[in-house]
């Protein structure tokens, strides 16, 4: 839950105290009332600012309307008028925006790098990197919702989450032990957002001794022994899950013997094999698994073995796919349901 914010005091805020609870520097502050006008003109004898309640509440709502991908200058415009306007509201306005005025090109898409080093994105990604190096978690979590009820969880995992994760991974490898909690906080989010979308679409799982030799069990997804990344494979869940197929997902760093006694007892016909390292992607794992069978005698099947991360890359065995992303991952395995 969100902390509440302190009031503020009727004498009113200092610039420090203020860019403290904005998370802005005091810099961006005195930007922002020479250029969009969303100053104060209360100052005390010794001509320092103070910022009045009133104040606050113009620069709380433009720090989440910018947070959230809106240009700055119609950000200072809605919150000196008090519209009320969301920040998701906000994005899908600006988005559909043409190029006059700073928004995004008729294709949706911003060319402004922001603090983070984006590159050529959509509009949403701007909002969501501002809000990541902000660590305003609760506008990630509205900004990622947002995304997967637009675009659903193909879309926003390739359009939005995909480019900030690398950019926020980019700016962590060029600055040092930087921006460390940022990548956390955003993964924490992604990963939170992808489970949320994944819909109960879930059979009860059988008995060990009562797997069914011809109706089909659910997907099983897994990372291999030392896989510790799990986002692409939880994105991946999810994405079944929009179209309705059952999953089980095992998650990180999954022991060989647990992973064959739960393909035993559920009877996939189809298992994902995750691997983001080639030091922990195993080909003799992806044999073994893909040679388990269960059923009853006479009709006992084996799964379809797919393969996904980079750590496969020149390794993949012969009749294991290896899709190239998670739209490809999507077809193929809910093709093999």
Request: proline share 9%; glycine share 12%; hydrophobic share 40%.
């Amino acid at each position: 839950m969100a902390r509440e914010r302190e009031p503020v005091p009727e004498v009113g805020l200092t610039t420090g105290a203020l860019a403290r609870r904005l998370g802005v520097s005091p810099t961006t502050l005195r930007s922002w009332d020479r250029r969009y006008g969303v100053g104060t003109e209360v100052r005390t004898e010794g001509r320092h600012r103070r910022w009045s309640p009133r104040d606050v509440a113009v620069l709380e709502a433009m720090c989440r309307l910018t947070s959230a991908g809106v240009p700055p200058a119609e950000a200072a415009r809605a919150a000196r008028a008090g519209a009320g306007v969301s920040a998701t509201a906000a994005v899908s306005a600006t988005a559909q925006d043409g190029p006059d005025g700073g928004s995004p090109d008729g294709d949706g898409r911003s060319h402004a790098a922001g603090a983070l080093p984006l590159g050529d994105v959509r509009q949403e990604c701007r909002g969501l990197a501002r809000a990541a190096v902000r660590l305003d978690a609760p506008a990630v979590d509205d900004l990622l919702t947002a995304a997967v009820d637009r675009h659903g969880v193909v879309g926003a995992w390739h359009d939005v989450m995909m480019p900030v994760l690398h950019a926020v991974g980019r700016k962590w490898e060029t600055s040092g032990d930087r921006y460390v909690e940022v990548e956390h906080l955003l993964s924490w989010h992604v990963s939170t957002t992808l489970r949320r979308a994944t819909r109960r679409v879930n059979p009860p799982a059988p008995p060990p001794e009562a797997v069914p030799a011809t109706a089909p069990g659910p997907v099983v997804l897994a990372c291999v022994p030392g896989e510790q990344h799990t986002l692409a494979l939880e994105a991946l869940t999810a994405a079944l899950s929009e179209r309705g197929v059952p999953t089980r997902m095992f998650g990180a760093a999954v022991p060989a013997e647990a992973l064959t006694a739960a393909v035993r007892r559920l009877g996939p016909p189809v298992v994902v094999l995750w691997a983001q390292a080639r030091s922990t992607a195993s080909t003799p794992l992806a044999a073994h698994v893909a040679g388990t069978r269960w059923g009853a005698r006479g009709a006992r099947r084996r799964p379809l073995v797919v393969l996904g991360g980079t750590g496969w890359a020149g390794s993949a065995p012969s009749g294991m796919p290896r899709p190239g992303g998670l739209g490809e991952a999507l077809e193929l395995v809910s093709g093999g349901y």
